[in-house]
């Protein structure tokens, strides 16, 4: 008898642990779904993050003073008036047996958020169904400034995914009806240390000989802001996303106009995706777009090389949020946005995500080889010759994509 008891009370607690941990998994996945991937060539994983520290990876990255020591907590109370304002409905999450394919897409291109890598699944998705793009006639960039429906051949296309300053109206005389809007932001703390970087800003603010450049700059970001208001990126210093957005300099000082304009950011696009969860983003964009996995498979481009990259003390992550403020306040709201379209994915999330990650490293070891070229700007991967056909379209970078879609397109419109 006694030794009955002592079974059924030892069953009893392991039962009572397994609940227990079932439970705490499924909090856990609340918060992050890629922990059990290949890690040893982990590039792939998340776009520019090799010299990120690990962060509070919570879903209201911005939302908890006492669990964000490092936030700007002077702006924390700007984000209620923006968080009031709903997200669209994720009505367009439905399985691939109920859903048509979403071929009508514009990409607001912004600067250093992992763009260029979203640019180049949208032109591989395209280029293989031989849809039309907006292109430019030259170069890769569409316009430095806002965009023009002159600026381009006349006509209306399937795509728009280079570089220009965000114009709704002009933009919407090119595209063809039902065309989704989908744009990508980043943490300014971040975005800021990779415009500095990437642009050569240390030549431009004449601070070459300095050990840290960047620290120097954001000890003290308005006298370089003032001192250097005519050279080329200074833009990309300060507020870049709300600056691509079509936001004026002058604008970007007021709250209010701050707040309205993110307002009207939520209503025209379908989609902001965020750089810190890269693949949970393209999750959310397949789904929207009734696409198949193997779709938004990439890899990546445009990460810069470790010559121009500066170490982002937390004091320093604080100063550049204050600084870029207005920016803070764009990247709270989306980031919250975005947690709640994800819980109206749906329960395979979390399963979705580790199948997705692990075609990822499967693509990487298929199509490249481990050695990286360094050009001291970017790195790329060298391609493995023994890899899938599609890897030569993977590895395509986004200026030699335009070219290619250029050449395409206007041969054909001589042959009509």
């Not at 600026?151 to 795509?159: H, L």
């Not at 006298?223 to 996303?241: D, E, G, Q, V």
């Not at 003390?313 to 403020?325: A, D, G, M, Q």
């Not at 790195?379 to 970078?397: D, E, M, Q, V, W």
Request: glycine content about 2%.
């Amino acid at each position: 008898m006694r030794q009955w008891k002592r079974c059924t009370l030892l069953c009893l607690v392991t039962a009572m642990l397994i609940v227990m941990l079932q439970s705490y998994s499924t909090l856990s996945s609340r918060h992050r779904y890629s922990e059990n991937i290949d890690t040893s060539r982990i590039q792939l994983i998340r776009v520019d993050q090799r010299n990120q520290p690990h962060e509070n990876k919570s879903r209201m990255m911005m939302s908890s003073a006492t669990n964000q020591p490092h936030e700007n907590k002077s702006r924390m109370m700007m984000s209620s008036a923006t968080n009031q304002h709903q997200a669209k409905p994720f009505d367009h999450l439905t399985t691939n047996d109920t859903c048509k394919p979403q071929q009508q897409v514009l990409f607001l291109k912004t600067h250093k958020t992992g763009s260029s890598t979203l640019t180049s699944i949208l032109q591989v998705y395209g280029f293989l169904r031989n849809l039309t793009f907006v292109v430019p006639e030259t170069a890769q960039i569409l316009s430095r400034g806002f965009f023009k429906a002159d600026q381009v051949r006349p006509g209306k296309y399937d795509m728009l995914v280079n570089h220009a300053r965000y114009n709704r109206t002009e933009m919407e005389k090119v595209m063809k009806p039902n065309t989704k809007y989908i744009t990508i932001i980043r943490d300014p703390s971040t975005q800021i240390e990779s415009n500095f970087g990437y642009f050569f800003l240390k030549n431009a603010f004449h601070l070459e000989n300095e050990t840290n450049p960047f620290r120097t700059f954001v000890l003290n970001p308005s006298f370089y802001w003032k001192t250097y208001n005519r050279k080329p990126f200074r833009n990309y210093m300060r507020n870049p996303n709300l600056f691509d957005f079509g936001l004026s300099e002058t604008d970007q000082e007021d709250i209010l106009t701050v707040k309205q304009f993110i307002k009207r950011l939520s209503e025209d696009f379908d989609l902001v995706l965020i750089q810190e969860y890269f693949n949970e983003s393209l999750l959310l964009l397949k789904k929207m777009f009734c696409w198949e996995m193997d779709d938004v498979i990439y890899l990546i481009k445009g990460e810069r090389s470790n010559n121009i990259r500066y170490t982002i003390e937390p004091e320093l992550r604080e100063t550049i949020r204050n600084w870029s403020w207005a920016d803070a306040m764009l990247y709270e709201h989306f980031n919250q946005t975005f947690w709640r379209k994800v819980d109206d994915y749906g329960p395979s999330f979390k399963a979705d995500l580790q199948e997705f990650e692990f075609k990822l490293n499967k693509t990487f070891h298929n199509c490249t080889l481990p050695r990286i070229y360094d050009n001291t700007r970017e790195t790329f991967y060298r391609r493995n010759p023994n890899g899938a056909r599609k890897c030569s379209h993977l590895l395509r970078i986004d200026l030699d994509f335009t070219e290619l879609i250029r050449e395409k397109q206007y041969k054909e419109d001589k042959t009509t």
